[in-house]
């Protein structure tokens, strides 16, 4: 019986192990690598960087600012890279170059800006069990040919960095248990999946492009730092492409957008919101919002912003002050259908609102689907011709009949909490108005009879 080492050997795939570095001749200064991956396809147990003089460094050589480099030759070439360290460098830790089909297990790096460098244009790239401070950067950069099998993937597991950059077009990414202090998704006509990440955020999360992203069980958590003076930070923009025929898609599903336990003294004039999304005319691009929460300390749950699209709120828990806020796109319609949404905060704290409207346009289009609240949590912002164009199902309970100060949608019903016979106990909206706007109508559905 061969060793695992021997059966390598054999099938003609080398290992070098148990190397504490790689340096070139002159031990004081340390040495970047391509590594000639017709010769070898195992690097295990090395340690890259870690030294005091990294010499001149020719910055328009992809080859010398990595302290590891691998790039396939003609043929697709599979790597492993296990128990490796990368240490304390101003260059990439390691650059994978297209075409690869590489896999990084059982790794770190500490003190490099920008851990690990993924070509993604026909390269497959896995990384599990990676550790670091710097940043996990994939790239690619154009759109495959048609008729051409050059389609990028990459595979996070239980990984942690210290931000994620990815702007990648045709190309799929997936990331799980995966723990970042920041995250910039960019590209076109590509995937990218995220489940069960938790992501601190310092400065906004942001997500760009005509690429189909869903994040699902994922967190996000405001950090404001200590003695930090920002008042104004998002814990996710949705930044849309402006082109009419763009066709973006993004779903949110079972994420939370908190406020960290160390973000004390909040102030009524700070602003903290969990999603901000922004731009785009195109009613082709589509928001799936499902089973999220908004956590209190935040000022807004959800800011469209300048936003024309299709959007779906549902199921949502909003603690935050403000839950929804609408300023319409000067050309497109805002078209957003929110259903089963639940409320949990202080029905009085200074300007709190269920709804809020920044603008009169009639762009702005809601059906508002089965949701059940009080009156005290009935409280929406803004001018009444924000809601000319809307719809309600929603069930609001009073403890005295509806008046035209009190907020409702086209089709709310408003219901005592104590019906008492003889009088009306249950009122439909026949006209839209806001809390501000005086102008809500009301019409009698039923009455108890004394029998």
Not at 362 to 371: D, P
Not at 401 to 423: F, M, Y
Request: charged share 20%; aromatic share 8%.
């Amino acid at each position: 019986m061969c060793s695992a080492e021997q059966s390598d050997f054999l099938l003609g795939r080398p290992i070098l192990e148990k190397a504490r570095r790689f340096t070139d001749l002159s031990p004081s200064r340390i040495a970047t690598h391509t590594v000639d991956l017709s010769l070898l396809t195992t690097i295990y147990g090395f340690t890259f960087g870690d030294q005091d003089d990294l010499g001149n460094i020719d910055s328009d050589d992809v080859e010398s600012t990595s302290l590891l480099t691998l790039e396939p030759g003609d043929l697709p070439v599979h790597v492993l890279v296990s128990n490796c360290s990368f240490m304390n460098s101003s260059l990439v830790g390691l650059t994978a170059l297209a075409g690869l089909r590489l896999q990084v297990i059982n790794s770190r790096a500490f003190g490099v800006a920008t851990s690990i460098h993924g070509m993604l244009d026909g390269t497959s790239l896995q990384v599990s069990n990676f550790v670091c401070d710097g940043t996990l950067r994939l790239e690619s950069l154009s759109l495959v040919p048609e008729g051409e099998d050059q389609f990028g993937t990459a595979f996070i597991s239980n990984s942690m960095f210290g931000s994620i950059e990815a702007q990648f077009n045709q190309a799929s990414l997936l990331f799980t248990n995966t723990l970042s202090n920041g995250l910039t998704l960019k590209g076109d006509e590509g995937r990218a999946k995220f489940s069960n990440c938790e992501f601190n955020i310092h400065k906004s999360a942001l997500i760009t492009g005509s690429n189909f992203y869903s994040l699902a069980n994922c967190d996000f958590i405001i950090h404001r730092g200590a003695g930090s003076r920002s008042k104004a930070v998002t814990a996710l923009t949705l930044a849309w492409p402006e082109s009419e025929d763009a066709k973006g898609y993004i779903s949110l599903a079972s994420c939370q957008f908190l406020m960290s336990d160390n973000s004390d003294n909040i102030q009524l004039t700070d602003t903290f919101i969990g999603i901000v999304s922004v731009g785009t005319s195109s009613s082709q691009s589509e928001l799936s919002i499902k089973d999220c929460r908004f956590g209190s300390g935040l000022h807004k749950g959800i800011l469209f912003y300048k936003c024309g699209l299709r959007a779906t709120i549902h199921g949502i828990l909003l603690e935050s002050r403000v839950g929804i806020e609408v300023l319409a796109h000067p050309t497109a319609e805002a078209l957003l259908r929110i259903g089963h949404v639940k409320l949990s905060r202080l029905a009085d704290d200074e300007g709190v609102a269920y709804l809020s409207f920044l603008s009169d346009s009639r762009r702005i289009k809601i059906t508002h689907l089965s949701t059940t609240l009080t009156n005290e949590e009935n409280i929406i912002h803004g001018p009444p011709i924000g809601l000319i164009n809307s719809l309600g199902q929603r069930l609001i309970y009073g403890t005295s009949e509806p008046r035209a100060s009190d907020a409702g949608l086209k089709g709310d019903i408003w219901r005592l909490t104590t019906p008492r016979v003889g009088q009306d106990y249950e009122w439909v909206c026949v006209q839209s108005g806001t809390s501000t706007s005086n102008s809500t109508q009301w019409a009698a559905l039923s009455r108890i009879h004394q029998e």
